[in-house]
């Protein structure tokens, strides 16, 4: 993995952390459920990083996420460190996986007695012919290993990308600036925007396309929904507001959107933060 996309990787994700590891929430849980939910931030924050990491590995080597979700990992939970930690499936003896499900089994068996249940709720293991193994720790609050997925998946998706070899990591950042800069007023002229940057228009579509993978407007669509991703999991707007926040042309076009790009509905994404009742 490139030096530099490493140490922005880890940069974003911190931040990301710690911006919503203290989020405040209304639900059924009790004060007390919620500060002991938290004080695993540190265990799930490497969770995310590690699941980022990983999945940006295959992605550069020109593996796939499926790739990674069913047969290049194992996860291990550290039952001394209470940590978690990514390991290449293929290097492991037959011992050592089963080792690695009794402490998983002992620690399942361990937080089923008590009242409140850190991020673990099942594990799922996958056998491959190659008798490999996925091993995948469930987080408490988000149901199902799809929703999971889906939410680590944008992450990664939101803040890596595949840097191409005929672009510096200096050209990656102008382009991006330049999108950011338009996305704050997306309402001006394209063409006239992309020559006031001392850009050529051809040469700025072909060279966006080259270095992220896809089109000036298909990334513009991927902001938004991704932007629309975060609301939607961290407030309680209704999704016809999160639409027009987002700047959706309307609601059935955001609905479009998401399925498509997702391939989710937006009743599978889990709501961190709940209306009072």
Not at 192 to 216: A, D, L, M, P, W
Not at 237 to 242: G, L, T
Not at 248 to 258: A, R
Request: charged share 25%.
């Amino acid at each position: 993995m490139e030096q530099v996309l490493f140490e922005e990787l880890i940069e974003i994700v911190n931040l990301f952390w710690r911006r919503y590891a203290e989020l405040p929430f209304t639900s059924r849980y009790s004060g007390y459920s919620r500060a002991a939910y938290f004080k695993q931030s540190n265990a799930m924050l490497s969770t995310l990083l590690q699941f980022c990491i990983a999945s940006n590995f295959v992605r550069l080597h020109k593996h796939s996420i499926q790739s990674l979700l069913k047969h290049r990992f194992s996860v291990e939970y550290h039952l001394f460190f209470k940590t978690w930690k990514w390991i290449e499936a293929d290097k492991l003896s037959e011992k050592y996986k089963q080792n690695i499900l009794d402490h998983l089994s002992y620690y399942i068996r361990k937080v089923s007695k008590k009242k409140i249940n850190p991020q673990i709720i099942g594990i799922n293991i996958i056998s491959s012919p190659e008798a490999t193994h996925y091993i995948c720790g469930i987080m408490r609050r988000f149901q199902t290993k799809e929703k999971l997925i889906f939410f680590l998946y944008a992450i990664e998706n939101k803040y890596t990308s595949d840097i191409q070899p005929n672009f510096h990591f200096t050209d990656k950042k102008k382009l991006k600036q330049a999108y950011k800069q338009y996305f704050e007023n997306p309402t001006q002229n394209l063409s006239e925007y992309i020559r006031q940057q001392g850009f050529r228009y051809k040469g700025f579509q072909k060279s966006f396309q080259e270095c992220f993978g896809v089109t000036f407007y298909q990334y513009f669509l991927q902001h938004r929904l991704l932007r629309s991703l975060e609301l939607l999991m961290f407030t309680d707007k209704s999704h016809k507001v999160i639409a027009h926040e987002c700047g959706f042309s309307d609601y059935s076009h955001y609905i479009k959107t998401f399925k498509r790009l997702s391939g989710l509905n937006l009743k599978d994404i889990p709501r961190f933060v709940l209306s009072p009742l």
